[in-house]
């Protein structure tokens, strides 16, 4: 096993991909309420994070519909909906300290945000942003087929919404899968960016269900949250991040991945060292396992 910190590493005989496991439809909303038991955990640091994500999405929002067009600002709030596990790394640290008993202090969060994770995060940044400049371009270019000459008709309308929403979904599909859960396994394991997005994608690909219906949730909890003039994310963003940690941890088995040498995740939570500690208690009491030597 690689939670061992002293065994060596063979980087070439990992795993291309971590496993999934089988996850039941319903299993995100068990996600959502391990997420609010989070926020009620560390109520302070919940909240200034979620606070200062809402005054970032509030500005971009002013910035497209003033400076840009409506159009625009759809794409900018739909995209966000898929790059926002880039702004919830930090929360994944405090759902990490909760769980090893430790206090969810903000300078830990933040040097896992910024500092222990930043070379594969940018990585992963800069194949997000790709994605989203091309959707954001597409997006324009679709409001330039809305019908205005004569008279428009409802099935030209229908016509021009089912085009956009089926170029937003395909886009919103792609940056969904490999976002699931990729930063969440970077926290976690010392993997590759690479080898985090394959991951999610498979994991996403083999539940479809329990996937689809974390994305309906992530949707209904933003368009709320800006409803409410953006105050709602203050809670709504925090407990989403929290959701997506305690998510990553049901559905992918990282354990074939060595642990981070230094950081929060460097140790194992309790209830993995308890097992690891009851596995190995086993293996030394049975005489007749070859691997108790």
């Known amino acids: 096993m690689t939670d061992d910190p002293e065994a060596p590493v063979n980087r070439d005989e990992l795993p291309f991909v971590a496993p999934c496991r089988k996850l039941s439809p319903w299993a995100p ?4 309420r391990a997420g609010v038991k989070d926020l009620m955990q560390a ?40 790059l926002a596990p880039l702004t919830c790394i930090g929360l994944y640290a405090i759902s990490a300290q909760l769980e090893r008993g430790q206090a969810p202090l903000m300078t830990r969060s933040i040097r896992a945000a910024l500092k222990r994770h930043f070379g594969n995060e940018m990585i992963f940044a800069l194949v997000l942003l790709v994605i989203f400049l091309v959707w954001a371009r597409a997006a324009v270019m679709v409001s330039v087929f809305f ?8 099935m030209d309308l229908i ?12 886009f919103a599909a792609v940056t969904f899968s490999a976002s ?62 929290y959701a997506a940690w305690h998510g990553y941890l049901e559905t992918i088995d990282a354990s074939d991945f060595p642990r981070h040498e230094v950081g929060i995740t460097s140790v194992p939570r309790p209830d993995i060292a308890v097992q690891d500690d009851d596995s190995s208690s086993a293996h030394d009491a049975d005489p007749n396992n070859p691997g108790s030597s």
């Not at 909303?29 to 959502?32: A, D, E, M, Q």
């Not at 994070?49 to 002013?62: D, E, K, P, R």
């Not at 985090?196 to 209904?220: E, H, Q």
């Open 29 to 32: 909303f068990s996600w959502v």
């Open 43 to 82: 109520p302070q640091q919940s909240l200034a994070y979620g606070l200062s994500v809402a005054i970032m999405i509030a500005i971009v929002c002013m910035l497209a519909w003033t400076r840009g067009s409506q159009w625009f600002m759809f794409a900018m709030v739909g995209g966000f909906v898929f």
């Open 147 to 154: 019908p205005t000459d004569g008279e428009t008709t409802t």
């Open 159 to 170: 016509a021009f919404f089912s085009f956009g929403t089926t170029i937003g979904a395909v």
């Open 180 to 241: 699931a859960f990729s930063l969440p396994m970077i926290m976690h394991r010392d993997v590759d960016s690479i080898t985090a997005i394959v991951t999610s994608v498979n994991a996403v690909l083999r539940n479809k269900g329990a996937m689809f219906v974390w994305l309906t949730i992530i949707v209904a909890s933003l368009l709320i949250g800006i409803a409410t003039a953006f105050i709602g994310l203050v809670i709504i963003v925090p407990v989403i991040g």
